[in-house]
């Protein structure tokens, strides 16, 4: 009898102890935790990853290219928000209350846009770009050697520049936290040469 009461207390702790770790081990985890105490958090992960279907997801893969190209000593380019290839990253979500496998989500960070570039010969270039947002941002301009970068609402890019015939193509890329995506965006771009 003794010994069947030892062997009943022995398993009973060794039950509460896995029981302990298996708490302790799923608390190391904020996400499986939260996702269990906060089903409404499930509901906006369900709705950010509705709104990106599988054509926009292949279409981000590379930026947009337009087919209009910019001339050096031309008339101001103009972009809007339209032109402008969407930017997402992927996010891994454990969820154990809802599914046992992880769901993958895809989250808008960005707007890119690629469009060519005619008449960079190895002269002197001036680079022009201004515009704004509703929402703030950072912006990067990149064409050959060019690059350069601007944050906020409102877009100041004056630079000058000799790529040595490297500007073919300019891209400008639009990066923002998660859930703070613009509602409009309203850029011109000139590239003049020194005279």
């Known amino acids: 009898m003794k010994t069947l009461l030892m062997l009943f207390t022995f398993i009973t702790l060794n039950i509460f102890s896995f029981s302990a770790f298996s708490s302790e081990e799923q608390d190391a985890n904020p996400l499986r935790r939260q996702c269990c105490t906060d ?4 509901c906006e992960i369900q709705r950010m990853q509705d709104s990106v279907s599988i054509d926009q997801m292949f279409a981000a893969a590379k930026p947009m290219i337009l087919s209009t190209p910019i001339y050096v000593g031309g008339a101001r380019y103009t972009l809007t928000k339209s032109d402008f290839n ?13 599914m046992s496998e992880p769901r993958v989500i895809n989250i808008l960070v960005g707007y890119e846009v690629v469009f060519p570039v005619d008449g960079d010969y190895g002269q002197n270039l001036f680079f022009d770009i201004n515009g704004r947002s509703n929402k703030s941002m950072s912006l990067t301009a990149s064409c050959g050697t060019f690059s350069a970068s601007d944050s906020g609402s409102k877009f100041i890019i004056s630079q000058r520049k000799n790529t040595g015939g490297s500007c073919k193509n300019m891209q400008l890329k639009f990066t923002f936290p998660t859930n703070s995506a613009p509602a409009s965006i309203d850029l011109t771009v000139t590239i003049s040469e020194q005279l």
């Not at 969407?86 to 809802?98: A, K």
């Open 86 to 98: 969407p930017v997402y990253t992927t996010r891994v979500i454990y969820d154990p209350c809802f």
């Open 39 to 42: 089903p409404s958090r499930i």
